[in-house]
């Protein structure tokens, strides 16, 4: 057992969320009732799994949460597999896993703005990272989550995930189809969250990051919010520029506009994961 003063998420409470998210524009959610590996691939056949990564997305397995989840464990007869590229968000139920060809092929005519066949529409998803096996917060912090959740909105709308990255963040979960990833989620907030999601809104204090953008434009969007007070899918980016450490975007809500710059700077040592003692750096993104 970790003592409390040592689990990753209460060392690293100070760390500033934005900038966070993982990065990947398309993602991929099989269903897998469990137990989940450390790492998902490894659940799934070594050569399906080598295939799959092929793919140019992010690939995690999924379940519902135990009051709604089939019996039994790993794949189920006829899996759900869920698809969010483009702003948009499908999914399925197949007869076993699909080829990561036919996959591919249902990720291209998404992508395109057509539903591929036999798939669906979701209005909204969030999907809330219990995992377990890779850090210990992901379940302690995740689960609670999952429980406000369901007590207050559809339970069809959410689903239990792996890894989505920063654990340190739990409890942390992915919204779809906005593909915004959130963070530190207390429940005091989870009725804000859940009603934002749920109208294509965000909430911008609880923002990791949009995973279509990278770290130092996840980073932007959420200073842009903030200073024009936007929660809706009106803002949008209009351009960026590197300079070295610093990042430059022009964003824009109808006739108003604001000009972020954000700098890339060395955070400091931090326990990354509960099951690691050793200290590592990660790079912290901060508005000049």
């Keep these: ?21 993982p990065v990947a ?14 790492s998902p691939l490894e659940a799934l056949d070594l050569n399906y799994a080598a295939e799959l990564g092929e793919l140019d997305a992010s690939i995690a397995l999924v379940r519902r949460p135990a009051p709604f989840r089939d019996a039994g464990t790993g794949i189920p007869d006829r899996p759900y597999v869920i698809v969010s590229t483009a702003g948009r968000v499908a999914a399925t139920r197949t007869s076993g896993l ?22 669906k529409y979701e209005p909204w998803l969030i999907l809330v990272c219990t995992h377990a096996r890779r850090d210990a917060c992901c379940a302690r912090l995740g689960r609670p989550l999952i429980d406000e959740l369901l007590a207050i909105t559809d339970q069809e709308r959410i689903w239990e995930t ?48 949009r995973t279509t953008y990278v770290p130092a434009l996840q980073a932007a969007e959420v200073v842009a919010r903030t200073r024009l007070d936007i929660r809706d899918e009106t803002l949008e980016l ?29 955070g400091p040592p931090r326990q990354l994961s509960c099951g690691k003692d050793a200290l590592e750096v990660r790079p912290a993104f901060v508005a000049v």
Aim: some cysteine.
């Design 1 to 21: 057992m970790v003592d409390d003063e040592r689990w990753c998420a209460v060392l690293n409470a100070d760390e500033a969320l934005p900038g966070s998210a």
């Design 162 to 209: 792996t890894h989505l990255g920063g654990h340190r963040f739990a409890p942390t979960c992915l919204a779809l189809p906005s593909q915004v990833v959130y963070g530190r989620v207390a429940s005091d907030r989870v009725p804000e969250l859940a009603a934002a999601v749920a109208s294509g809104e965000v909430v911008p204090d609880l923002m990791r990051g």
């Design 98 to 119: 699909p080829h990561p060809s036919t996959l591919a092929d249902s990720i291209a005519t998404l992508a395109r703005g057509e539903l591929p066949a036999g798939w």
């Design 238 to 266: 209009v351009g960026s520029t590197v300079d070295g450490d610093r990042t430059s975007s022009i964003w824009r809500s109808g006739d108003t506009r604001v000009d972020v710059t954000i700098e890339k700077r060395l």
């Design 25 to 38: 524009d398309t993602h991929v959610f099989l269903e897998h009732l469990g137990p989940w590996p450390s």
